[in-house]
Structures are given as C-alpha cells and as structure tokens.
C-alpha cells in the first residue's frame, strides 16, 4: 500500500489536472458561443450563394468558358482538403477527419487515381506529414477564429491546382456542427460544379424555403452565363469559409465536451484517491495502537 505522503501527492497533482481542465473548458465554452454566432451569421448568406448557383447553372444554356468551370475529361488526380485544427485535446475532433480522409485516399487509389492531399490545421497538417503524404498546400496558425481573408486564400490555391490541371476533383472534409455535444463528419465534393454537391439540394437548408424559391420565376440580367461566371469563385470561397467555422465550432464544442469528461474523471479519481489515503491513514494508526500495547504488555 503506498504511504499517506504519496497518495497526498497523488491527489494534489490530480487536483491541478482537475483545475486546469475545467478552465479548458470555461474557455471552449464561451468560444463556442461566439462560433454558433458566426455560423447563424453566415448560414443565410451561404444558402443564398447556393441557391443563386443552382439556379444559374440550371438557367444556363451553355456553360461559360472559364477555365474553372471546364469539366475535365477524365477524374485522374483527386484533391482531397482535410479541415482540421491546429490544436489537440478535442477528443475525436481531429481523428475522424483524418480517418475519413484516408479511407477516401484509399477508395480512389484502388480506382486507380493519384490522391493530392491539401489541409488546413497544424494536426492535419503533421499527421499527412507522418504518414508520408506530404499536402500540396497547407494552411495554419487561424483555426480558433478563422476570417474570410483565410478561406479566400484556401480557395485560390484549390481552384490554381484544379485551373492547373493539377487535379480533376477537389474533394473536402470536415466537422460539420450539430450541437455542443455531436459533430458528424462531412464529405463535399467542391470542384468541378458539374459535380458540385452545391447542384443537390442542401440537405441542412429549411425546405420550405427550397421549395418557394423553386417555384419563383427569375429573371437574369445579366444572362445565366455571365452572372455563373461571377458566382463560382464566391462559392467556392464561402463554401471553404463555411467548412472552417463549423469546422471551429466543433472543435470547441468537442474541445468542452473532452475537457467536461476529464474534469468527471479527474473528480472520480480524486475521490478514490482520498478513500486510499484514509484507508492508510486508518492502517497507520492501528499499526501505532498495536505497538502501543505491545510495549505496555511487554513492561508488564
């Protein structure tokens, strides 16, 4: 049995844990709160980009000649973008994005296409390296908050790789955020928009509001062609800039999560720490009686 100086120790460093990990998650917590604000923010003005852009690729007669609107002929490189976060101590968070970015790796890779990785996130970024698959691009160090001007540069460096001929489909996945506790992970096709997940109907999107905008007659001035021309490079970044805040707010809300459970442990642990102490403490003092009365019998 350890002595009573020992587990003292022992609960004293637990208990530092237990402070620390509540803190953690006080922080996460009123992070999440301003990150569900951005989303609420930013989930109208996305939805308004994907609708404009479903309807003027379907208004439109013929495909503008712009080079990241020209499908390719056949699907050889696929680009796969990992969203991620530069931090870990979120549980599965970061974990399930790789995992599922690898397994798409795999599926294509048996179909005998090459696989280009791209990631944002210093996690996605070290975990691909230590694999051996070095990302084409890789973007850090703005996951807690990340700003337009970060999804802008995300997008311009997919759509040079895809204008490029670097690669034939761009693929991303990420965290899309549910609630504190859920997060499911998200595959998206991006790139090229005639296989765009933006052309199906946006499973999170209020349907009534769908179905009226489906039925309205709209007129374009400019032509379809022209006003697809201007809309696809904002969708592709405000699609990237809505992977990231989901991507934020559920870090933080798996971050708060992870952090609620250890402080749970932490507390368990500590209980059974101090029934140990006590139990050694009992076990001390009733060696004490029994030399006591050992040495009284023994004058005697």
Not at 1 to 22: G, H, L, P, Y
Not at 250 to 271: K, P, Q, V
Request: hydrophobic fraction near 40%.
């Amino acid at each position: 049995m350890a002595s009573q100086r020992d587990v003292k120790n022992r609960i004293s460093s637990v208990q530092n844990i237990e402070k620390i990990t509540r803190a953690m998650q006080m922080v996460a917590a009123a992070r999440l709160r301003r990150a569900e604000q951005r989303i609420a923010a930013l989930r109208p003005y996305a939805g308004a980009i994907r609708r404009m852009t479903r309807q003027a690729a379907a208004a439109a007669e013929n495909v503008p000649s712009l080079p990241i609107l020209n499908e390719h002929d056949s699907v050889e490189t696929v680009g796969i973008m990992l969203v991620t976060g530069d931090r870990g101590l979120a549980g599965a968070f970061n974990s399930q994005i790789i995992r599922a970015g690898l397994r798409a790796a795999a599926e294509h890779e048996a179909e005998g296409r090459k696989v280009v990785f791209f990631a944002s996130g210093r996690r996605g970024v070290s975990t691909l390296r230590f694999r051996n698959r070095d990302p084409r691009g890789e973007w850090v160090g703005f996951t807690d908050r990340p700003a337009y001007a970060d999804a802008r540069e995300i997008a311009e460096g997919l759509m040079a790789c895809y204008v490029d001929g670097e690669v034939d489909l761009v693929e991303v996945f990420y965290n899309g955020y549910i609630s504190a506790l859920t997060q499911e992970v998200r595959r998206e096709t991006l790139l090229p928009l005639q296989q765009a997940t933006i052309l199906d109907v946006d499973p999170h999107a209020d349907e009534d509001e769908e179905r009226e905008h489906a039925r309205s007659l709209v007129e374009y001035e400019p032509d379809p062609e022209e006003i697809l021309r201007r809309l696809v490079p904002d969708y592709v970044e405000i699609s990237i800039f809505r992977a990231l805040l989901e991507s934020t707010a559920s870090e933080h809300g798996a971050r708060m999560t992870a952090m609620r459970n250890a402080s749970e442990n932490a507390g368990e642990l500590i209980d059974d720490l101090t029934l140990e102490m006590n139990r050694a403490r009992q076990a001390d003092i009733t060696q004490e009686i029994m030399e006591v009365v050992a040495g009284a019998e023994s004058i005697s």
